[in-house]
């Protein structure tokens, strides 16, 4: 049994996080030992810091968002040591063992689990030095992609996946609202995939200047927004609208951008359940599409685009923490200014 210790960060309640010396996880056959270059942090983390996520409970190693090098894959052929890994963090009932396992897992679709779990939260997380998690949860990325890249395949893999889902094709017009990081990245995969013109709509300013400089077209965020979508595409309103704000204000306004029989996606989680205007969905035979994290298939796409970085996300400005600083990378984060992505590197002091 290993016996080694490690620093990790563990969420002791609303607000509080504790630096705390853990023991080196032990893992068993199916089972790799990642050393954890980059965690990466988001709106679901900032949740559960602030006490405001459903299952999360004191004690946990929180972050779900990581990438690093295998350490240890005992009885593994193909995950060797020293491969460079980005996690893919879902955990389904059938990774459980769960007999038998729910429809969406036993259909193929188990990133809608009816119990899906996520390392961070249900299992222990990235925010320490090192971290076990199940072989087929580990994917390989060229060792030449940054740890500053590798580390945002799983946010990249969200907005492939909802790019996916909204059906897009060559030559599509596209309203994004919210250009946080999910945002930003949805805009991103849309130009990449065929979008002929993609607007955000975002109220923070300097989201919409590091917006801007991506060459997108960008409007401030307010109730004259579905108008200026409008007038922006010829009257008409936006052939593919994706809320990735998950914010009450917005639910209103992306069905107003979107054109007669267009397509509204629903990125953002919204933290309770939102004002939707269904009647005009009737009225303009709308689609509605729902979206929750992502398939394997999306995190291997985003994986590749990393590799190439076709998306030129190397470019984008982040801010690495390490982990004695855990505390203070949450509240850069909450701010959303300054990076697009803040991460944190426990095997760093800082020094």
Known sequence: MNTQTMQAIRWTGPGELALDTVRVPSPEPGWVLVKVN?????????????????RAQPGVIIGHEFAGVVADAPGSTALAVGTHVAIRPLIACHDRGTTPPCRPCASGNS????RLGLYGV?????????????????????SNVPDDLAVLAEPLAVAVHAVIRSGLRPGDTVAVFGAGPIGLLTALVARHRGAHQVVLVEPNAWRRRTAEQRGFTVLPAGPEAPRQVRGLTGGDGADIVFD?????????????????????????????PPAVDLRGINFAEQRLIGTR???????????ALLEKDELGLSALPTTTFPLSRSEAAFEAAGQGEGSVKILIDPNHDGS
Do not use: M, N
Request: hydrophobic share 45%; proline share 2%; charged share 15%.
């Open 122 to 142: 249900d299992e222990p997380g990235g925010l320490a030095q090192y971290v076990q998690v199940r072989a087929d949860a580990a994917h390989p990325v060229h």
């Open 38 to 54: 980059r965690v990466g942090i988001c709106g679901s983390d900032l949740a559960i810091w602030h006490g405001e996520h459903a």
């Open 293 to 303: 994290v992502y398939a394997r298939e999306d995190f291997l796409a985003a994986i």
């Open 111 to 114: 990133h809608v689990c009816a």
């Open 244 to 272: 990735s704000a998950g914010h009450s204000s917005v639910a209103l306004q992306v069905t107003d951008a979107a054109r007669i029989q267009g397509t509204v996606v629903v990125a953002g989680v919204h933290k309770r």
